[in-house]
């Protein structure tokens, strides 16, 4: 079984920074694509970034030249490195991974989220 753990995330003021990180850690065969996704309470979850397994990334728009996302592909970890921060940044933040645990099975899978709140 694969699981998907983040760390990370906390209070920061506007503009400032934060780091994430998520690590899958079980039975992993390949891992296609992994990413950040954050929903505000009473709202659709919507993609943050994403990183496929040649290493192509996609951002939303509103993050574009603020978030960086990268991967560790020895370790299996992603990370989000969020730079100026904005009070509309706050969000809770799940790490997604589309993950084969063997050739003929994979999963989509989410990290338990993380609290991100940028205020003054």
């Known amino acids: 079984q694969v699981q998907l753990v983040e760390s990370g995330g906390g209070l920061v003021q506007p503009g400032g920074s934060l780091s994430l990180s998520c690590a899958a850690s079980?039975?992993?065969?390949?891992?296609?694509?992994m990413g950040w996704y954050r929903q505000a309470p009473g709202k659709q979850r919507e993609l943050v970034a994403t990183i496929n397994a040649g290493g192509a990334t996609n951002y939303a728009d509103s993050v574009k030249g603020r978030f960086t996302i990268s991967r560790d592909y020895a370790k299996n970890v992603v990370y989000l490195q969020m730079n100026n921060l904005k009070p509309e940044d706050t969000d809770v933040y799940y790490c997604?991974?589309?993950?084969?645990?063997?050739?003929?099975?994979?999963?989509?899978?989410w990290g338990q989220g993380t609290q991100v709140t940028v205020s003054s």
């Open positions: 079980g039975s992993i065969f390949s891992i296609v694509a």
């Open positions: 997604n991974g589309k993950i084969y645990s063997s050739m003929t099975s994979w999963d989509d899978l």
